[in-house]
């Protein structure tokens, strides 16, 4: 098993306390910097809570997070942060000159053999590592949120990441349990951007239309095709719909319901502003309660899964999906 012996977390958002909580659930020796004094400060007191979450979760065991926790480093310097660093992860807003800056900062302050990697959620890496000289060891590990829940992350390469550079980051986040799923080629927004945008804009349209109300289309997703997603890819999925002919029999009898329904799904490109203010006020409107405990009540629900997955997976990975 390949680990660090200290990773850096750039950003103390959302994304990086979730990545820095993955990190020091692991028992990996953690320092985490942001430029905002009143972030770093929230980010003290949430970094020790996610992690904690994580145990009453029943996703990480209490010795070997309490030993994160006491190696976890919060610091007011981005160079003490990065100084003996082995893996340096990105997590700053979705903002590539912002991104480029920092990054063209942390360069000459990391050492020879760091790995450096971004969070971002589509950008194109070449862009994003726009300004370094040395490129074999950049490269995007793009996770869900909340990071140190959902298993999966893209990694994508730069186009001139090197292949012991990509090996060295699937070994870290297989390491941390993760399922690090490598694309062949960038493009805008990965892959899960791409369908969870694809996704999301019928759904917003459904509920913009007035077909179904917010909270129920929530529920036919989730409750829905996501669930049937979670065992099955919807390749898969579809390749089970239709009995011993699989996919074959499948497109024979349902292709050209889908395809009528493609010519009529939405094919919007932007909302305007009246649009996001229905939208908004819709979801305000069925989600009431605070989003900490709403947030709670999704991070319960996903352990639930992923445990129930786990238990169910069969020992030699051989039905894949
Ligand atoms: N939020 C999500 O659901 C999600 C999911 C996957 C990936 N991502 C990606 O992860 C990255 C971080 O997202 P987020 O939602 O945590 O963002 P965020 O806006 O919540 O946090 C970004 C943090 O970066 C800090 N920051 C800005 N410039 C900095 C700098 N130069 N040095 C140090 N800190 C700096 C800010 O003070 C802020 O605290 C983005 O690229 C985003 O696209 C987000």
Excluded at 91 to 104: M, R, S, Y
Excluded at 144 to 151: F, K, S, T
Excluded at 230 to 245: F, I, S
Excluded at 303 to 310: D, P, R, T, V
Aim: net charge negative; charged share 25%.
């Amino acid at each position: 098993m390949t680990i660090p012996r200290k990773v850096a977390v750039i950003g103390a958002g959302d994304i990086g306390v979730g990545w820095a909580a993955l990190c020091a659930s692991a028992g990996w020796p953690v320092a985490i910097f942001d430029l905002n004094p009143a972030t770093m400060e929230r980010a003290s007191v949430e970094v020790e809570r996610r992690t904690r979450a994580l145990v009453a979760l029943d996703r990480a065991p209490e010795s070997i997070v309490e030993r994160g926790l006491t190696e976890l480093v919060r610091t007011e310097f981005l160079s003490e942060a990065i100084q003996d660093a082995d893996w340096i992860i990105e997590a700053i807003h979705e903002d590539v000159l912002a991104k480029q800056k920092l990054l063209a900062a942390i360069e000459p302050l990391a050492g020879d053999d760091a790995l450096i990697s971004s969070s971002s959620s589509g950008l194109p890496p070449t862009e994003i590592f726009g300004r370094m000289r040395r490129l074999d060891r950049c490269l995007v590990t793009h996770p869900l949120n909340p990071p140190e829940l959902i298993p999966i992350v893209e990694v994508v390469p730069e186009g001139r990441t090197s292949a012991a550079s990509m090996n060295r980051a699937v070994e870290y986040l297989r390491s941390l349990g993760r399922f690090p799923i490598v694309l062949k080629k960038s493009i805008p927004g990965y892959v899960v951007g791409r369908v969870s945008a694809a996704v999301w804009r019928e759904c917003i349209d459904l509920v913009l239309r007035g077909v179904i109300s917010v909270d129920d289309l929530d529920r036919a997703v989730s409750l829905g095709p996501a669930i049937g997603w979670a065992a099955a890819g919807p390749h898969l999925t579809y390749h089970l719909a239709a009995g011993e002919g699989g996919i074959r029999s499948f497109t024979q009898h349902l292709l050209a319901s889908f395809e009528s329904w493609w010519q009529q799904l939405a094919h919007w490109a932007q909302l305007d502003p009246e649009q996001q203010r229905a939208l908004i006020q819709s979801i305000e409107r069925a989600y009431k309660g605070k989003v900490e405990f709403l947030r709670e009540a999704r991070d319960r629900r996903l352990s639930a899964i992923l445990k129930g997955l786990e238990q169910a997976r069969a020992p030699s990975g051989s039905e894949s999906g």
